[in-house]
């Protein structure tokens, strides 16, 4: 079941990125606005999901705090997607209802992740369970892409809000089927959080993984609202997503392979590369056929990068602390996200997107730094055959 939960889990990141910006610019608000809205979730990881780690770790029933939180993510959007008209407009309440919704969903992640890893444990292989959180991308953005119509007038109505909603519901759902991971667990102790951090192929991890992050701000935030600008329907929007999805589902599914071929530290240079040269094409190209295929590299920007930080943290990680590890991950990679997102609206509204995505293509000289330099220190190959893929 952990397959269906990764599926509509991801639905709504599909929706949350491709199509609610352009919502919320729809309804009037302004690139600072819509990038502080969207600041909401990523602020909170820095310090939530640690506490739902917590309390997973503790109570030994990862499955069951996985089912509250997923509950309370559906319920706390529920004043997104029922507000309409000039109550939708107002600021104040989608600000509430994105702290409501986030408060719980920046939880739900990494406590996937953690009952995934303990299934790869018995021998399955993370790729092909987390390849069905792809496969409900692809399906949400080009659904929501169709029935939004090949204008972007229908924006401002509850149809985007409305789907998102209805992927949260099937994300509760499909928590009820979920079971426990079947590993011993323990109360994570404040000693067990720096002994976690003192391991330098896990520091290497979380900070690449919160430079990127932040790097990856402008598509996660204002890559629908670009397409907007240039004049696409939003059917193309999902088909631009639905590429970029397809090429990760690739590199998740075949991840193991490379990672039995090349360390850790190659695969993350790869990734912070082609990131780099995917954003210079961003904010060069202006033919829509071409910017769309360029998407495909999502597979490296977001594929190559999480299957190695996931494989970096269950090498390192002991099963008792599985979900603090995960957690660690989701806080560090948000860090960036919370940093990037407050800035790129204030970059959008008075330079536009081109700027930002040039920014972000210099931005990813940094996590390749780190990386490098880990390489100089011997770090970096850590986990090339034991970790799962």
């Given at each position: 079941?952990?397959?269906?939960?990764?599926?509509?889990?991801?639905?709504?990141?599909?929706?949350g990125m491709?199509?609610?910006?352009?919502h919320?610019?729809?309804?009037?608000?302004?690139?600072?606005?819509?990038?502080?809205?969207l600041?909401?979730s990523?602020?909170l990881?820095?310090?939530?999901?640690?506490?739902?780690?917590?309390?997973?770790?503790r109570?030994?029933?990862?499955?069951?705090?996985?089912?509250?939180?997923?509950?309370?993510?559906?319920?706390?959007?529920?004043?997104?997607a029922?507000?309409?008209?000039?109550a939708?407009?107002?600021f104040?309440?989608?600000?509430?209802?994105?702290?409501?919704?986030?408060?719980?969903?920046?939880?739900?992640?990494?406590?996937?992740?953690?009952?995934?890893?303990a299934?790869?444990?018995?021998?399955?292989?993370?790729?092909?369970?987390?390849?069905?959180?792809?496969?409900?991308?692809?399906?949400?953005?080009?659904?929501?892409?169709?029935?939004l119509?090949?204008?972007?007038v229908?924006?401002?109505?509850?149809?985007?809000?409305?789907?998102?909603?209805?992927?949260?519901?099937g994300?509760?759902?499909?928590?009820?089927g979920l079971?426990?991971?079947?590993?011993?667990?323990?109360?994570?102790?404040?000693?067990?959080?720096?002994?976690?951090?003192?391991?330098p192929g896990?520091?290497?991890?979380?900070?690449?993984?919160?430079?990127?992050?932040?790097?990856?701000?402008?598509?996660?935030?204002?890559?629908?609202?670009?397409?907007?600008?240039?004049?696409?329907?939003?059917?193309?929007?999902?088909?631009?997503?639905?590429?970029?999805?397809?090429?990760?589902?690739?590199v998740?599914?075949?991840?193991?392979?490379l990672h039995?071929?090349?360390?850790?530290?190659?695969?993350?240079?790869?990734?912070?590369?082609?990131?780099?040269l995917?954003?210079?094409?961003?904010?060069?190209?202006?033919?829509?056929?071409?910017?769309?295929?360029l998407?495909?590299?999502?597979?490296?920007?977001?594929?190559?990068f999480?299957?190695?930080a996931?494989?970096?943290v269950?090498s390192?990680?002991?099963?008792?602390?599985?979900?603090t590890g995960?957690?660690?991950?989701?806080?560090?990679?948000?860090?960036?996200?919370?940093?990037g997102?407050?800035?790129?609206?204030?970059v959008?509204?008075s330079?536009?997107?081109?700027?930002?995505?040039?920014?972000?293509?210099?931005?990813?000289?940094?996590?390749?730094?780190?990386?490098?330099?880990?390489r100089?220190?011997?770090?970096?190959?850590?986990?090339?055959?034991?970790?799962?893929?």
């Amino acid at each position: 079941m952990i397959e269906v939960f990764y599926f509509f889990l991801f639905q709504v990141v599909a929706i949350g990125m491709a199509f609610m910006p352009a919502h919320l610019g729809a309804l009037g608000l302004s690139g600072a606005q819509i990038s502080t809205a969207l600041a909401v979730s990523p602020l909170l990881a820095l310090v939530v999901p640690l506490g739902w780690a917590w309390l997973a770790d503790r109570t030994q029933r990862h499955d069951r705090v996985l089912r509250f939180i997923a509950f309370g993510a559906w319920l706390g959007f529920s004043p997104l997607a029922w507000a309409h008209g000039r109550a939708a407009q107002s600021f104040t309440l989608i600000l509430t209802g994105y702290l409501g919704y986030a408060t719980f969903f920046v939880g739900m992640g990494g406590l996937a992740d953690a009952l995934a890893v303990a299934r790869v444990r018995a021998g399955a292989i993370y790729g092909r369970l987390r390849l069905w959180g792809s496969v409900g991308y692809v399906v949400a953005a080009v659904t929501v892409g169709a029935l939004l119509g090949p204008y972007a007038v229908r924006l401002r109505g509850p149809l985007v809000p409305c789907a998102m909603w209805l992927a949260l519901a099937g994300a509760f759902v499909a928590s009820l089927g979920l079971g426990g991971t079947g590993e011993a667990s323990t109360r994570p102790r404040l000693a067990d959080v720096r002994a976690l951090l003192a391991e330098p192929g896990l520091r290497l991890i979380l900070l690449a993984g919160a430079l990127h992050w932040a790097c990856m701000s402008p598509y996660n935030v204002f890559f629908g609202v670009f397409l907007r600008d240039l004049g696409l329907a939003p059917l193309w929007w999902g088909v631009a997503y639905a590429i970029g999805v397809t090429a990760e589902m690739l590199v998740l599914l075949y991840f193991h392979r490379l990672h039995a071929r090349a360390s850790l530290d190659t695969l993350l240079a790869a990734a912070f590369v082609a990131s780099a040269l995917r954003w210079v094409g961003n904010a060069a190209l202006r033919a829509p056929a071409a910017l769309i295929a360029l998407q495909a590299l999502h597979g490296m920007t977001f594929g190559m990068f999480w299957s190695a930080a996931i494989a970096l943290v269950a090498s390192t990680v002991p099963p008792k602390l599985r979900a603090t590890g995960q957690a660690l991950l989701v806080m560090a990679i948000n860090l960036g996200g919370a940093v990037g997102n407050l800035a790129v609206g204030r970059v959008y509204d008075s330079a536009g997107p081109g700027r930002l995505f040039a920014v972000a293509a210099a931005g990813e000289l940094l996590p390749l730094l780190v990386v490098l330099y880990a390489r100089r220190l011997g770090i970096g190959t850590l986990a090339r055959s034991t970790a799962p893929g």
